[in-house]
């Protein structure tokens, strides 16, 4: 059959598939082309084409384009790679693969409708030549598809081939390729290793935190103590120079008597009831000669010798009761600390004399009979010629006293070592050596003291 020029023209204009283009869908193209052609010399005719002239719509088998256009190739890497990585490598090709068609079918779907416009149009055509030339020849027109949707269904066959051969491929490499599975073994493992990691760095944290616990205890009492010991530094510190008498114990003090004077002693706030025995104690120290003075003396109304403890001169030690004198053997003037205790009863006038917890002299016949009268005063380190005054320097104490204590009986000579030993501590029942019980006059001082200690020191 005669094609006119213009009809080659209509043709080429629509048709422009993509060379990528999957093979079952050339045998549709090359049928469309063929259409189009007849279908634009029909739409033409009546203008440029001679009266008479027709198209002839001829479709291509399937089979026949099939073979001129199959699948292109994927390219494999031989022997530069390994079989893991050519695998990996051709399934990212199959992935541009796909997502190339996808594209050429967007681009191609503008041209179908193309195509299928004119395709309708030749095959609605009325004229009775081209019935009766059609009558004589090959109807192919059946041979055609006759529906767009055919086409569609056509190129979504091929993608879905495309799809199988990437999923065929991606199944191989996760079946074939042994070292797939090294990875999930190692993760695996690795997962285990930090596990255990995190399991010992938690119990390494705790175990610091308790020690951190335990050190910030520690830390606190002994910041405690440290405070305590410093507190009561500052307190005896702020008493010594405030002058103060009050000390952290009360009897751990002294009285000095530095000056042979009259007007230097000490007073006992307390006075003494009737007695019929009793034991005296005290610490002396003595730094003065010849004679030491007097300790100490209680003098009532009538009577200023009631009990006197003195050393006058030359002469030994004297105990006066009732103004009745007995001598006793001790030896205190030598500078240093020395525990005396004097024991008394009115029966027989018994007593009793120890030095150092050493019992060195008794005798009897020393105021027999006379009970020791209340109501008076008590000095420490003066003489009393009256009751409270009239006191002789010639007979004043110089040197330290402590721990002067009066008992209404007679203690037993081991109690009175176990108080020289330092070993117990027996508070007189009557008169105890307590910081507020005692006064000084005259530039007498209190000063604290722990006579033990300082025992210790003169040995």
């Given at each position: 059959?005669p094609?006119?020029r213009s009809?080659?023209g ?7 598939p993509?060379?990528?283009a999957?093979?079952?869908?050339l045998p549709v ?7 189009v052609a ?7 005719g009546?203008?440029?084409s001679p009266?008479?002239s027709r ?5 291509l088998p399937?089979?026949a384009?099939?073979a001129?256009?199959p699948l292109?190739?994927?390219?494999m ?5 390994p079989?893991?990585?050519e ?9 541009e693969?796909v ?12 041209a179908i409708r193309?195509?299928t416009?004119?395709l309708s149009r ?5 004229g009775?030549?081209w ?5 004589k020849?090959k109807?192919?027109?059946?041979d055609?598809p006759?529906d767009?949707?055919q086409v569609?269904d056509?190129l979504?066959?091929?993608?879905q ?9 991606e199944?191989?490499?996760r079946?074939n ?7 999930n073994?190692l993760?695996e493992?690795?997962?285990?290793r930090l596990g255990?990691l995190?399991?010992?760095?938690l119990?390494?944290v ?5 020690e951190k616990?335990?050190l910030?205890n520690e830390?606190s009492?002994h910041r405690?103590?440290?405070?305590t010991?410093?507190?009561?530094l ?5 008493e010594l120079e405030?002058g103060?008498?009050a000390f952290k114990?009360?009897?751990?003090f002294k ?5 042979r004077t009259?007007?230097l002693?000490?007073?006992i706030?307390?006075t003494l ?9 005290l610490w002396?120290?003595s ?5 030491i003075?007097t300790?100490?003396?209680?003098a009532?109304?009538?009577?200023a010798?009631e ?5 006058w001169g030359?002469?030994?030690?004297e ?7 007995a001598q ?13 205790c ?13 030095q150092?917890g050493?019992k060195?002299?008794t ?5 027999p009979?006379?009970?020791i009268k209340?109501?008076g ?6 003489e009393q010629?009256t009751v409270?005054?009239r006191?002789?320097?010639t007979?004043?104490?110089v040197?330290e006293?402590?721990q002067?204590n009066i ?7 081991e ?5 020289a030993n330092?070993?117990?501590?027996m508070?007189?029942?009557i008169?105890p050596?307590?910081d507020n019980?005692?006064d000084v006059?005259g530039?007498a001082t209190k ?7 300082e025992r210790?020191?003169d040995l």
């Open positions: 059959a094609r006119p009809a080659a209509s043709a080429a204009s629509p048709a422009r993509s060379p990528a999957p093979a079952g869908m193209v090359a049928g469309l082309l063929l259409a007849a279908g634009g010399r029909g739409a033409a009546e203008q440029e009266p008479g198209f002839v719509c001829t479709s399937l089979d384009a099939g001129g256009c292109p190739p994927v390219p890497q031989g022997g530069a790679l079989p893991e990585e695998l990996k490598a051709t399934v990212l090709q199959l992935r693969t997502l190339q068609q996808k594209e050429t079918i967007g681009s191609q779907r503008e193309e195509l416009g004119k030749c095959e609605s055509t009325d009775k030549p019935k009766k030339e059609m009558g020849g109807d192919t027109m059946g055609l006759r767009p949707a569609i056509q979504s066959r091929t993608m081939t495309l799809k199988d051969r990437l999923e065929s491929l199944h191989q490499l079946a390729v042994s070292y797939a599975a090294l990875p073994d993760r493992m690795l997962q285990r255990d995190e399991r010992q760095l119990s390494k705790a175990e610091l935190e308790d616990s335990l910030h830390t009492a405690q103590k440290t405070e010991a410093l507190n009561a500052l307190e005896r510190v702020s405030k103060s008498s114990s009360p009897d751990e009285v000095s008597l530095p000056l009259n007007y002693y000490g007073k706030k307390k009831p009737e007695l019929y025995a009793f034991t005296v104690c002396l120290r730094s003065a000669s010849p004679g003075g300790p100490f003396s209680y009532v109304p009538g009577q010798n009990i006197v403890l003195i050393e030359n002469n030994p030690i105990l006066l009761i009732n103004d009745k004198v006793l053997p001790l030896f205190i003037s030598d500078g240093k600390w020395h525990h005396i004097i024991t008394w009863t009115t029966r027989d006038g018994m007593w009793e004399a120890f150092d050493e060195l002299g005798g009897e016949n020393l105021a009979w006379h009970p209340p109501g005063v008590l000095i420490l380190g003066q010629d409270g005054g006191f002789d320097a007979q004043a104490f040197g006293m402590s002067f008992w209404d009986r007679v203690l037993k000579a109690d009175i070592m176990n108080i330092c070993s117990t501590n508070p007189g029942n008169i050596w307590v019980n005692v006059f530039g000063w604290p003291v722990e006579t033990c200690e210790l020191l």
